[in-house]
T-cell receptor
Framework: QKEVEQDPGPLSVPEGAIVSLNCTYSNSAFQYFMWYRQYSRKGPELLMYTYSSGNKEDGRFTAQVDKSSKYISLFIRDSQPSDSATYLCAMSGGDGGSNYKLTFGKGTLLTVNP | NAGVTQTPKFQVLKTGQSMTLQCAQDMNHNSMYWYRQDPGMGLRLIYYSASEGTTDKGEVPNGYNVSRLNKREFSLRLESAAPSQTSVYFC???????????FGPGTRLLVL
């Protein structure tokens, strides 16, 4: 079993839709959870960062972590064509023993159609 | 404030040639990382440097060497390029005490 599983998609939605992106993981030591957005031919950029379980909201984006289920989600409300990108989840244990290496999902390609 | 910069943006090599990918940051971060990204494989860690003067292997180090020249610069060298090293290479940095990493724009490498 891979440490982090992420459905690669592609996911295609109409403008204005609510988008749900998800990752599951197997390592219960993970405590820090991130979502990166990567536009075509660009580097990943940090979108959301959460520690432990719970929700975090930033504008149209909400990150949700359920450590009991080992499941994280990113919700995008009122999706826009500019949200079209690949979304990568990433996580770490934060204990220093892994030298702060991140474990990434393979990414989900999202297209928002006008 | 440029953040993380990488040079070159794009390079074509012949099998057996060598080259060095450069990464520089002005974020005053301690740790730096080199990843490669391939279709269907995601981001894979090649080497990292937890702090100036230290380097360690990541998940896929074979065929690569690194140098942490100073706090700002971390280079990745391919001594004898192979077609399997065709990829997009990303440099990333991380501040001390934080978990998040910040990525450069990438170098697209094609080995023929």
């Amino acid at each position: 079993q891979k440490e982090v599983e992420q459905d690669p998609g592609p996911l295609s939605v109409p403008e204005g839709a609510i988008v749900s992106l998800n990752c599951t993981y197997s390592n219960s030591a993970f405590q820090y959870f991130m979502w990166y957005r990567q536009y075509s031919r660009k580097g990943p950029e940090l979108l959301m960062y959460t520690y432990s379980s719970g929700n975090k909201e930033d504008g149209r984006f909400t990150a949700q972590v359920d450590k009991s289920s080992k499941y994280i989600s990113l919700f995008i409300r009122d999706s826009q064509p500019s949200d079209s990108a690949t979304y990568l989840c990433a996580m770490s244990g934060g204990d220093g023993g892994s030298n702060y290496k991140l474990t990434f999902g393979k990414g989900t390609l999202l297209t928002v159609n006008p | 404030n440029a953040g993380v910069t990488q040079t070159p943006k794009f390079q074509v090599l012949k099998t057996g040639q060598s080259m060095t990918l450069q990464c520089a940051q002005d974020m005053n971060h301690n740790s730096m990382y080199w990843y490669r990204q391939d279709p269907g494989m995601g981001l894979r860690l090649i080497y990292y440097s937890a702090s100036e003067g230290t380097t360690d292997k990541g998940e896929v180090p074979n065929g690569y060497n690194v140098s942490r020249l100073n706090k700002r610069e971390f280079s990745l060298r391919l001594e004898s390029a192979a077609p399997s090293q065709t990829s997009v290479y990303f440099c990333a940095t991380r501040a001390g005490g934080q978990e998040t990493q910040y990525f450069g724009p990438g170098t697209r490498l094609l080995v023929l």
